[in-house]
């Protein structure tokens, strides 16, 4: 794999096994009790914001975006 042959693709449910496989792998058992995970408690990420990363069909890296209140605004 080379940096020319990774395409950047909107995330879609089909990729959410593949993500699952990498964050397991990344990250262990143990990842449910990090920030990011924590925080996703309140909602799922935001699909429409979130990115994966392929290699020809194969899923190798993604980025979610959850929306999150910080103060009375938005964030």
């Known amino acids: 794999m080379s940096l020319a042959d990774v395409k950047y693709l909107p995330e879609t449910p089909a990729h959410d096994p593949e993500i699952e496989a990498i964050n397991d792998e990344a990250f262990g058992p143990g990842r449910f009790v990090l920030g990011a995970y924590r925080i996703r408690e309140g909602g799922p990420h935001e699909r429409a914001l979130s990115f994966v990363a392929v290699d020809g069909d194969i899923v190798v890296a993604s ?5 999150i209140a910080a103060g009375a605004g938005r964030a």
Do not use: A, K, Q
Not at 63 to 67: F, L
């Open 63 to 67: 980025v979610r975006m959850t929306r």
